[in-house]
């Protein structure tokens, strides 16, 4: 009742259509491209930013990292431009500098590129976690299902 409710009530943010927007589950797989790397995603609507769990970060000046993605995510080792530091308040509550880069994932049927924080998230359940400037405009969120819809990514 209560989703029936909310989707009587809910509408498209600045211009989006209703038909444009897909919809997608509290837990979506996703792929960062152009790895293709599937990774297992909570889609947070409550986090503002989107930030990856990583191991062995290591800074090269301010304007590049490496680091290695965990084992539950293949372990792959990256290289990417630095875009800015920021600083973010932590889970736990404290804050922290993080680098944040740019990535092209693909969730369900589109390809987004977005800017993801990184930092070490070992502790947390899912290694991805997709904050709502990823995704408005484009998704509504059905936070009583996941697993809605399968990256198809051309």
């Known amino acids: 009742m209560i989703i029936v409710l909310a989707s009587l009530f809910s509408f498209p943010l600045e211009g989006a259509c209703a038909e444009e927007m897909a919809t997608i589950g509290a837990v979506e797989e996703v792929i960062l491209l152009p790895w293709n790397i599937k990774i297992l995603a909570r889609i947070d609507t409550g986090a503002a ?4 769990d990583v191991r062995e970060m ?3 000046g301010e304007k590049e990292v490496e680091f290695v993605l965990p084992e539950r995510c293949g372990g792959h080792q990256m290289r990417l431009p630095v875009l800015q530091w920021r600083s973010i308040k932590s889970s736990e509550g404290f804050r922290e500098r993080r680098p944040v880069v740019e990535l092209e994932i693909c969730l369900g049927p589109k390809r987004l590129r977005t800017q993801v924080t990184l930092n070490d998230r070992s502790s947390m359940e899912f290694p991805l976690i997709i904050g709502r400037k990823t995704i408005r405009r484009n998704f509504v969120v059905d936070v009583s299902r996941s697993n809605i819809t399968s990256p198809v990514c051309h």
């Open 58 to 60: 290591i800074r090269h």
């Open 49 to 52: 930013t989107t930030s990856l």
